[in-house]
């Protein structure tokens, strides 16, 4: 498998979060290892990995989590795994989430889209295409309709969809919307430790995939 060059930042980023797996509340710890299950059991059946993750409007947690989820199969070099994100119903990657990914090191890009919801493209490494992120409904292109782990990062978005067609399981790995600080003085605080949190737990996940 070829080597993925991170980008020296993302690389110190990721180190920063591997060594706070502790910091990783207890409770949350068995939907983590329920989703680092779910990936062994693809992998097993040699089957591609394909991870959707929703919250309701697919503008904030959601792509935090498709997009942190990549990162950390990357880094665990898990192989054929694909992530994906969507809402119940579609608005925009907030700005406020791109800044956050900025500020950490990530190389993004607008190329296309509406102008009320343009394509990002998330570059991460220098050897890896670009993660393009947009916000859609979750059933919609290009996400699967079939052969796919749900992962339900709101509440309401859980509530709104106790059923996903298709989906092979559904895990509500929920976040607290980083939202609730919009237009304060905690902003760039709130969006910045919720991206390490999400960080955090993923690569915790992706840890467990190989270690059993």
Known sequence: MTEIRFYAAITDFIQ?????FGQIEE????????LANYIRQCKTKEQ???????CTHNSRRSHFSQIWAKVAADYYQIGALKTFSGG?????????VVESLRRIGMDIQVDGG??????????YAENQESLIC????????????RNFAA????????????????CD????????????????????????????????????????????
């Not at 920063?16 to 706070?20: K, L």
């Not at 991206?195 to 996940?205: K, N, T, V």
């Open 16 to 20: 920063q979060r591997t060594a706070e």
């Open 27 to 34: 409770t949350r710890k068995p939907l983590l290892l329920e």
């Open 48 to 54: 591609m990995v394909q991870l959707t993750f929703l």
């Open 88 to 96: 119940t119903e579609a608005t925009a990657m907030n700005e406020r």
């Open 114 to 123: 509406s102008t009320s919801n343009p394509n990002y493209l998330i570059h």
């Open 134 to 145: 947009f916000s859609k409904v979750y059933d919609s292109d290009p996400n699967p309709s």
């Open 151 to 166: 992962i339900m990062t709101c509440s309401s978005a859980d509530r709104a969809c106790p059923v996903v067609p298709g």
């Open 169 to 212: 399981a559904r895990l509500p790995i929920r976040y607290e919307d980083p939202k609730v600080s919009d237009g304060t003085d905690r902003e760039h605080a709130t969006y910045d430790e919720r991206s390490r949190q999400i960080c955090r737990e993923m690569l915790f996940a992706m840890s467990q995939v190989t270690n059993h």
